[in-house]
């Protein structure tokens, strides 16, 4: 009976070590953002019906922008140039600006792929891609809250950046702090984010 015992618990040993190793072998990737950690993976379309990943862009610099063009934020962050200034110079160094629209289909401020084409071709947009989240399913993993919300994510998967283009919610600064551009310049150089965190604003996520 002793023998039976210990040999009971020894396999009772082996297999909860082995339930540990599994576990950890296979713990899911993240499903909600959070600054210092991977992003969370996601697929959506483009206006043009192409499906793009983010593990597609495995190795590079994404940022990631909310958007909604009938927000009046929106609107004076593309007309004074303060988002397309930024989205052309960082294209140019190679980073992947993904603009992301989560407005309902239900709701009145939603627009057609094609009507969105129209729209940030006529406000010269340097953006890589515009895609749709009519759902809200990757705004929601992302907490985004407002148009803009600005996201940003390192060569290695990690979200480093979360929150507002720059820290002119008013629009009224001659001198203005974009916070998006900076964290891009340190990143591109090789160097920690400084500021990781920031209070987005603009309109609220049509959701």
């Excluded at 713990?27 to 597609?56: H, M, N, R, W």
């Excluded at 929601?140 to 148009?147: H, L, S, Y």
């Excluded at 996201?151 to 979360?162: A, M, R, S």
């Amino acid at each position: 009976m002793a023998f039976r015992r210990a040999s009971f618990a020894g396999g009772l040993i082996t297999m909860l070590a082995l339930s540990v190793l599994s576990a950890s072998a296979g713990s899911p990737l993240p499903t909600t953002a959070e600054v210092g950690k991977p992003a969370p993976a996601f697929s959506l379309k483009d206006i043009a019906g192409k499906t793009l990943q983010l593990q597609d862009f495995k190795g590079k610099v994404v940022v990631l922008e909310w958007t909604n063009p009938n927000c009046p934020y929106v609107q004076r962050v593309y007309r004074d140039g303060i988002m397309t200034a930024v989205q052309k110079a960082a294209v140019e160094k190679g980073v992947v600006w993904l603009t992301i629209n989560s407005t309902n289909t239900g709701h009145n401020d939603f627009e057609t792929p094609e009507a969105l084409k129209e729209t940030y071709s006529s406000w010269k947009a340097g953006f890589s891609s515009l895609l749709m989240d009519s759902d809200g399913k990757v705004g929601k993993q992302f907490d985004a809250k407002t148009t803009p919300h600005m996201y940003i994510i390192d060569k290695e998967g990690k979200l480093v950046y979360n929150g507002a283009i720059d820290d002119d919610p008013r629009g009224g600064k001659d001198q203005k702090e974009n916070y998006v551009k900076a964290a891009l310049d340190a990143l591109l150089a090789g160097k920690a984010v400084a500021k990781s965190t920031t209070q987005p604003y603009g309109c609220s996520v049509k959701y």
